[in-house]
């Protein structure tokens, strides 16, 4: 048998997912315990979103949780670029193959038309998708078009009837009818693949053995495995994982559940941790044992062992697993060690000195104004809002209005939140001080303290983030009708 080679293709768009490292790890120990190899890919097509911010974050916190790869940025071999972005020649020649052999076709249909096809499908509640519009232009027009400059995407060819039917290593047979699967966008009109083109075509030339991911891409199959017959590749094995579900058994969401690996290391929980107890997901060691490492894991890795059951990402087991760690692993001197490091790390600290210095008169005074850094919940009651101009509705709004705003932004920075906090209060028509009094208390626990903004860009997004939505939740959370009411008043302010 060929070499064990899986992969993790993150895509640098926004915040490390803790469902990203909870995949990662699962490809890691199959490789590892196969004596296989497990590689990194970026998958930055989506030139508009994709950053060297959230990719080096992505990269980061893999190391932090000791998720290394064997081949990908940082680590060359001979399948690289491991980048998207940088093997752009590769998907136009592998286009040009399908395009030849008439697998794929030009669509020249304007975003208008197709927003009209899916609203018309919607209305008569027909199966929404491309309707086949431009399948059989002929080759002159096509020609014709594309000489006048007509924009165009790529399109791959679907049968018409049947079924596809595969097998997936954890869940035996599937079959999904031909039906449910669109003409799926190959390439854009920018010249750049789309995920599913790139992800089969980087899936073969990077050798990959087993594609083990998330239960979400399991009406994917049919297109990727069409797209390997039409290459005449053989198609890897496929396994898709359950995905990690929030206590009330829904989609793991960052609306719900700290979901960024940032947030973790902020909070100052153990890397060992967090990802032995993302290996508790769905999965169990032999032993039944709780507490290991991922060397371990991969030792004794067995993929037949994982549940289909979604497994409940309960912050209360990871406190308690977390507190084994610290309890009983580290020495008192090691504990001294790494709380300072979390504590009081320097760059924390060159931020926070010339905050607070012009406010003490002596040490002991420091404390008190910078303990909130230091705490996951900061106190809060319903009684910390009475003493607010505003009414609760409003402050709702505020708080909800600026997780959107807030949100948006690519680059954390005091500037970027002043920038989008001040546009916010002058389209709500309140003043900056009395918009940002409730926020002060989210973020703080007090009326009055360090700047708000400034405390923001120290503590990052998503500590911020999820002080204020514990805020929401504290004066009673936003109903469904008012989540609804609130995002038609938002989209009109954007």
Same mark, same amino acid.
């Given at each position: 048998?060929?070499?064990?080679?899986?992969?993790?293709?993150?895509?640098?768009?926004? +915040?490390?997912?803790?469902?990203?490292?909870?995949?990662?790890?699962?490809?890691?120990?199959?490789?590892?315990?196969?004596?296989?190899?497990?590689?990194?890919?970026?998958?930055?097509?989506?030139?508009?979103?994709?950053?060297?911010?959230?990719?080096?974050?992505?990269?980061?916190?893999?190391?932090?949780?000791?998720?290394?790869?064997?081949?990908?940025?940082?680590?060359?071999?001979?399948?690289?670029?491991?980048?998207?972005?940088?093997?752009?020649?590769?998907?136009?020649?592998?286009?040009?193959?399908?395009?030849?052999?008439?697998?794929?076709?030009?669509?020249?249909?304007?975003?208008?038309?197709?927003?009209?096809?899916?609203?018309?499908?919607?209305?008569?509640?027909?199966?929404?998708?491309?309707?086949?519009?431009?399948?059989?232009?002929?080759?002159?027009?096509?020609?014709?078009?594309?000489?006048?400059?007509?924009?165009?995407?790529?399109?791959?060819?679907?049968? +018409?009837?049947?079924?596809?039917?595969?097998?997936?290593?954890?869940?035996?047979?599937?079959?999904?009818?031909?039906?449910?699967?669109?003409?799926?966008?190959?390439?854009?009109?920018?010249?750049?693949?789309?995920?599913?083109?790139?992800?089969?075509?980087?899936?073969?030339?990077?050798?990959?053995?087993?594609?083990?991911?998330?239960?979400?891409?399991?009406?994917?199959?049919?297109?990727?495995?069409?797209?390997?017959?039409?290459?005449?590749?053989?198609?890897?094995?496929?396994?898709?994982?359950?995905?990690?579900?929030?206590?009330?058994?829904?989609?793991?969401?960052?609306?719900?559940?700290?979901?960024?690996?940032?947030?973790?290391?902020?909070?100052?929980?153990?890397?060992?941790?967090?990802?032995?107890?993302?290996?508790?997901?769905?999965?169990?060691?032999?032993?039944?044992?709780e507490k290991f490492s991922v060397q371990e894991m991969a030792d004794r890795f067995d993929?037949?062992?994982?549940?289909?059951?979604?497994?409940?990402?309960?912050?209360?087991?990871?406190?308690?697993?977390?507190?084994?760690?610290?309890?009983?692993?580290?020495?008192?001197?090691?504990?001294? +060690?790494?709380?300072?490091?979390?504590?009081?790390?320097?760059?924390?600290?060159?931020?926070?000195?010339?905050?607070?210095?012009?406010?003490?008169?002596?040490?002991?005074?420091?404390?008190?104004?910078?303990?909130?850094?230091?705490?996951? +919940?900061?106190?809060?009651?319903?009684?910390?809002?009475?003493?607010?101009?505003?009414?609760?509705?409003?402050?709702?709004?505020i708080f909800q209005f600026s997780l959107w705003r807030l949100e948006g932004i690519n680059?954390?920075?005091?500037?970027?939140?002043?920038?989008?906090?001040?546009?916010?209060?002058?389209?709500?028509?309140?003043?900056?001080?009395?918009?940002?009094?409730?926020?002060?208390?989210?973020?703080?626990?007090?009326?009055?303290?360090?700047?708000?903004?400034?405390?923001?860009?120290?503590?990052?997004?998503?500590?911020?983030?999820?002080?204020?939505?514990?805020?929401?939740?504290?004066?009673?959370?936003?109903?469904?009708?008012?989540?609804?009411?609130?995002?038609?008043?938002?989209?009109?302010?954007?």
């Amino acid at each position: 048998m060929s070499q064990i080679r899986t992969r993790i293709a993150p895509s640098p768009t926004g +915040d490390p997912h803790v469902g990203t490292a909870y995949i990662a790890l699962f490809n890691r120990c199959f490789a590892h315990s196969n004596d296989g190899k497990f590689i990194l890919r970026i998958e930055d097509t989506d030139q508009t979103r994709s950053s060297e911010v959230s990719e080096n974050n992505i990269l980061e916190s893999l190391r932090w949780l000791g998720l290394s790869w064997d081949e990908g940025p940082g680590k060359e071999g001979e399948h690289g670029p491991y980048r998207q972005s940088e093997r752009t020649n590769i998907y136009s020649e592998h286009i040009d193959i399908l395009l030849k052999k008439k697998k794929a076709f030009r669509c020249f249909c304007t975003p208008e038309r197709l927003d009209q096809l899916r609203k018309d499908q919607l209305k008569n509640k027909t199966q929404v998708g491309y309707d086949g519009h431009c399948l059989n232009i002929s080759e002159e027009e096509v020609s014709a078009r594309i000489k006048q400059g007509d924009n165009f995407v790529i399109r791959m060819k679907i049968p +018409d009837t049947g079924d596809c039917v595969f097998s997936d290593l954890l869940r035996g047979e599937v079959s999904i009818n031909w039906s449910q699967i669109d003409m799926q966008v190959l390439m854009k009109s920018d010249g750049m693949p789309t995920y599913h083109f790139a992800n089969v075509v980087d899936d073969h030339l990077m050798a990959i053995s087993h594609v083990i991911r998330g239960e979400e891409w399991i009406n994917s199959v049919p297109k990727h495995l069409l797209l390997y017959q039409y290459f005449g590749w053989e198609p890897p094995i496929f396994c898709h994982m359950p995905l990690l579900r929030n206590p009330d058994k829904s989609k793991l969401s960052k609306r719900k559940n700290p979901t960024s690996i940032k947030y973790y290391e902020s909070m100052g929980y153990l890397p060992e941790a967090l990802v032995n107890y993302l290996g508790m997901m769905g999965w169990t060691m032999p032993s039944g044992e709780e507490k290991f490492s991922v060397q371990e894991m991969a030792d004794r890795f067995d993929i037949n062992r994982v549940s289909l059951g979604g497994p409940i990402f309960d912050l209360g087991k990871l406190n308690w697993l977390n507190g084994k760690y610290i309890r009983e692993e580290m020495s008192d001197d090691e504990f001294v +060690d790494k709380y300072t490091k979390w504590a009081f790390p320097k760059n924390n600290l060159t931020n926070l000195i010339p905050l607070v210095r012009e406010r003490v008169d002596k040490f002991s005074d420091v404390m008190e104004l910078v303990s909130f850094f230091l705490t996951g +919940d900061v106190g809060l009651t319903e009684e910390s809002f009475h003493n607010n101009k505003l009414d609760k509705d409003d402050i709702l709004r505020i708080f909800q209005f600026s997780l959107w705003r807030l949100e948006g932004i690519n680059e954390w920075n005091q500037d970027s939140i002043q920038n989008e906090l001040q546009c916010l209060s002058k389209q709500l028509d309140i003043k900056l001080r009395e918009f940002l009094s409730p926020l002060f208390i989210a973020v703080t626990g007090k009326p009055v303290s360090i700047s708000v903004i400034e405390s923001m860009a120290i503590l990052g997004i998503d500590v911020s983030r999820v002080r204020i939505r514990n805020a929401i939740k504290m004066l009673g959370g936003i109903s469904k009708k008012m989540g609804k009411t609130l995002l038609a008043e938002y989209r009109k302010l954007t």
